[in-house]
């Protein structure tokens, strides 16, 4: 039982190199979001899905696109990366939302040169 | 604009003792309040919620106090283990989306 699974975990890239993470659940949750991380500061919210098909924008969407096409995936795009875009990025899935707890991937460490 | 916030960066306890972690969040129409533990290289762990309509949840060693008046809520590890060196983020939820709201988290040391 994985539980979420995020890929890859570490990446380096070169600023303007576009990039796709790749976060998967088997969890059958409807719920899925994306989230970075940066130090001192604590997650932040780009990107969520309320199920397949479905995206919305959090609150720091800007930079990045996302794909719902499946149920148990949640891509998440970096088109032209920016050193502004270096953090750890969290994906996390949840069945019902109002209380219910989000089920967090181990992280994807991501810097740009 | 911070909804929720933990104003205190770094905690440090002696093993056995009492752990209090607070967190303060401004908006009253919040539903949930949930923390959750960070170890280095992992992803969050969900610890404990409570219900914006309780005052307390207890689960094991933890326990969630929720002040409502003051928009205030704590963690309470007793006793606190090594084990438990972690950071702890303070999140809420509600809004339109229900979306969680997270906040910058504080570090505990528990020391032997």
């Known amino acids: 039982n994985a539980g979420v699974t995020q890929t890859p975990k570490f990446r380096v890239l070169k600023t303007g190199q576009s990039m796709t993470l790749l976060c998967a659940q088997d969890m059958n949750h409807e719920y899925m979001y994306w989230y970075r991380q940066d130090p001192g500061m604590g997650l932040r919210l780009i990107h969520y899905?309320?199920?397949?098909?479905?995206?919305a924008k959090g609150e720091v969407p800007d930079g990045y696109n996302v794909s719902r096409l499946k149920k148990q995936n949640f891509l998440l795009g970096l088109e032209s990366a920016a050193p502004s875009q270096t953090s750890v990025y969290f994906c996390?899935?949840?069945?019902?939302?109002?209380?219910?707890?989000?089920?967090f991937g181990d992280g994807t460490r991501l810097s740009i040169l | 604009d911070q909804q929720v916030k933990q104003n205190s960066p770094s905690l440090s306890v002696q093993e056995g003792r009492i752990s209090i972690l607070n967190c303060d969040y401004t908006n009253s129409m919040f539903d949930y309040f949930l923390w959750y533990k960070k170890y280095p290289a992992e992803g969050p762990t969900f610890l404990i919620s409570?219900?914006?309509?309780?005052d307390k949840n207890e689960d094991g060693r933890f326990t969630v106090f929720l002040n409502k008046s003051a928009k205030h809520l704590s963690l309470h590890i007793v006793p606190s283990q090594p084990g438990d060196s972690a950071v702890y983020f303070c999140a809420a939820i509600g809004g339109s989306q229900g979306n969680l709201i997270f906040g910058k988290g504080t570090k505990l040391s528990v020391k032997p």
């Open positions: 996390a899935s949840t069945l019902l939302r109002g209380g219910q707890p989000q089920h």
């Open positions: 409570i219900s914006s309509i309780k």
């Open positions: 899905s309320v199920g397949e098909g479905t995206t």
